[in-house]
C-alpha cells in the first residue's frame, strides 16, 4: 500500500486527488524529492531537503511555508502502520491553480509514502544497457516531474535498455533518473554538478570515493572515450550503484560489472547510517 500525506491528513493514495487545473497537470510545474527508507529512517535527507528547495525555487514555485514543514511530516510518516522499513518518500510541490506569468504563488503538496522496485539481481549481475539520447537536459539543479525527454528517446516496448543517457553533442551528462561515471585511466570521471543534478547518491559515492583514495575528475565523459573506459557505473536513489554493460552498441570495458563500482557498492552498503536520520 501507498500511504499519502495531502491537505493535513495521511490517508490511503486511492483516497488523495490533485484538481485537474493544477499548473502541475496543466503546464507541467510541479518539483518532487524521492528520499530512500533504509530500516524505517531516511537517507540523506538534509540534501534532498536543501535540493528541494532549489527546485523550487528555479521553478518559480513559492514554497516557503511548505518547506519546514516537511521534517515533521516525513518522520511521522515512516513511523506509520502502511509506511515500509524499506521505501521511498516523494514529496511533490506543485505549482498550484495560479500561473504568474512563470511564478506559482499559491502551491500544492503531498507526499507519497510508499514501497521500492529494487534494482533486480539479474540486472545489477549484467550491468544496465542504457539508450544514447542527444537532447540536453534543461534547468539540470531542478528535479522536476517532466522526463519526457529522456522517456521519449527511450522508445517504450520490451527493450532491455534501464534508462535513456543524456550525451548531447558526444558530451555525456546524466541518465533519465541516475547520475553517470566513467572509469578510464584509473580516474573516475563525472559531469559537475550544475551541467547535472547534484545527486544525493552521487555527492555520497564521491564522498566515499575521495575517502578511499579514488581519483575524481569532475568534467562531461565525452562520447569518444566510451570505447576506450575500464567501466561504467551510473548512481540514483533507487538504483544506488549500478554497473553499466553498454551504452547504445558501444561496449563498456569487458561488458561486465566492474570492480571500481563493486568496491563503491560494498562502501555504499557499509557506510549507509552515516547519513540516516
Ligand atoms: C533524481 C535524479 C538523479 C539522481 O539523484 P539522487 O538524488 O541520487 O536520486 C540524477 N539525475 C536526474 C535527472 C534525476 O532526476
Same mark, same amino acid.
Given at each position: @500500500?501507498?500511504?499519502?500525506? @495531502?491537505?493535513? =491528513?495521511? #490517508?490511503?493514495?486511492?483516497?488523495?486527488?490533485?484538481?485537474?487545473?493544477? @499548473?502541475?497537470? +496543466?503546464?507541467?510545474?510541479? /518539483?518532487?524529492?524521492?528520499?530512500?527508507?533504509?530500516?524505517?529512517?531516511?537517507?540523506?535527507?538534509? @540534501?534532498?531537503?536543501?535540493?528541494?528547495?532549489?527546485?523550487?525555487?528555479?521553478?518559480?514555485?513559492?514554497?516557503?511555508?511548505?518547506?519546514?514543514?516537511?521534517?515533521?511530516?516525513? =518522520?511521522?510518516?515512516?513511523?506509520?502502520?502502511?509506511?515500509?522499513?524499506?521505501?521511498?518518500?516523494?514529496?511533490?510541490?506543485?505549482?498550484?491553480?495560479?500561473?504568474?506569468? !512563470?511564478?506559482?504563488?499559491?502551491?500544492?503538496?503531498?507526499?507519497?509514502?510508499?514501497?521500492?522496485? =529494487?534494482?533486480?539481481?539479474?540486472?545489477?549481475?549484467?550491468?544496465?544497457?542504457?539508450?544514447?539520447?542527444?537532447?540536453?537536459?534543461?534547468?539540470?539543479?531542478?528535479?522536476?516531474?517532466?522526463?519526457?525527454?529522456?522517456?521519449?528517446?527511450?522508445?517504450?516496448?520490451?527493450? %532491455?535498455?534501464?534508462?535513456?543517457?543524456?550525451?548531447?553533442?558526444?558530451?555525456?551528462?546524466?541518465?533519465?533518473?541516475?547520475?553517470?561515471?566513467?572509469?578510464?585511466?584509473? =580516474?573516475?570521471?563525472? #559531469?559537475? #554538478?550544475?551541467? /547535472?543534478? *547534484?545527486?544525493?547518491?552521487?555527492? /555520497? %559515492?564521491?564522498?566515499?570515493?575521495?575517502?578511499? !583514495?579514488?581519483?575524481?575528475?569532475?568534467?562531461?565523459?565525452?562520447? *569518444?572515450?566510451?570505447? +576506450?573506459? *575500464?567501466?561504467?557505473?551510473?548512481?540514483?536513489? %533507487?538504483?544506488?550503484?549500478?554497473? %553499466?554493460?553498454?551504452?547504445?552498441?558501444?561496449?563498456?570495458?569487458?561488458?561486465?560489472?566492474?570492480? /571500481?563500482?563493486?568496491?563503491?557498492?560494498?562502501?555504499?552498503?557499509?557506510?549507509?547510517?552515516?547519513?540516516?536520520?
Amino acid at each position: @500500500m501507498t500511504l499519502c500525506y @495531502m491537505n493535513g =491528513k495521511y #490517508a490511503p493514495i486511492s483516497e488523495c486527488h490533485l484538481p485537474v487545473t493544477d @499548473m502541475a497537470i +496543466q503546464r507541467g510545474a510541479a /518539483v518532487f524529492e524521492a528520499i530512500r527508507i533504509y530500516d524505517g529512517k531516511l537517507f540523506g535527507m538534509e @540534501m534532498h531537503l536543501e535540493r528541494f528547495a532549489r527546485s523550487a525555487e528555479g521553478a518559480g514555485i513559492a514554497a516557503g511555508n511548505i518547506l519546514p514543514r516537511l521534517p515533521e511530516i516525513f =518522520k511521522a510518516g515512516v513511523k506509520m502502520e502502511g509506511c515500509p522499513a524499506e521505501g521511498l518518500v516523494r514529496p511533490y510541490i506543485t505549482g498550484g491553480d495560479i500561473n504568474n506569468k !512563470g511564478s506559482f504563488p499559491e502551491p500544492r503538496f503531498f507526499v507519497l509514502f510508499g514501497g521500492i522496485n =529494487k534494482t533486480p539481481e539479474e540486472e545489477r549481475r549484467r550491468g544496465a544497457v542504457l539508450e544514447p539520447n542527444r537532447m540536453e537536459r534543461p534547468f539540470p539543479l531542478c528535479k522536476s516531474i517532466n522526463y519526457l525527454l529522456a522517456l521519449i528517446p527511450l522508445g517504450g516496448g520490451d527493450k %532491455v535498455n534501464h534508462e535513456s543517457l543524456y550525451m548531447p553533442a558526444g558530451e555525456i551528462t546524466e541518465a533519465m533518473t541516475n547520475n553517470f561515471f566513467l572509469c578510464k585511466d584509473g =580516474k573516475i570521471i563525472t #559531469a559537475p #554538478a550544475g551541467r /547535472v543534478l *547534484d545527486g544525493v547518491t552521487r555527492s /555520497v %559515492v564521491l564522498t566515499l570515493a575521495r575517502e578511499n !583514495g579514488f581519483t575524481i575528475e569532475e568534467r562531461c565523459p565525452r562520447e *569518444d572515450e566510451l570505447p +576506450q573506459a *575500464d567501466e561504467a557505473f551510473i548512481t540514483g536513489t %533507487v538504483n544506488e550503484i549500478l554497473s %553499466v554493460a553498454r551504452v547504445g552498441n558501444i561496449t563498456i570495458g569487458s561488458g561486465l560489472p566492474g570492480p /571500481v563500482a563493486a568496491h563503491l557498492y560494498r562502501l555504499f552498503l557499509s557506510n549507509i547510517g552515516r547519513w540516516l536520520s
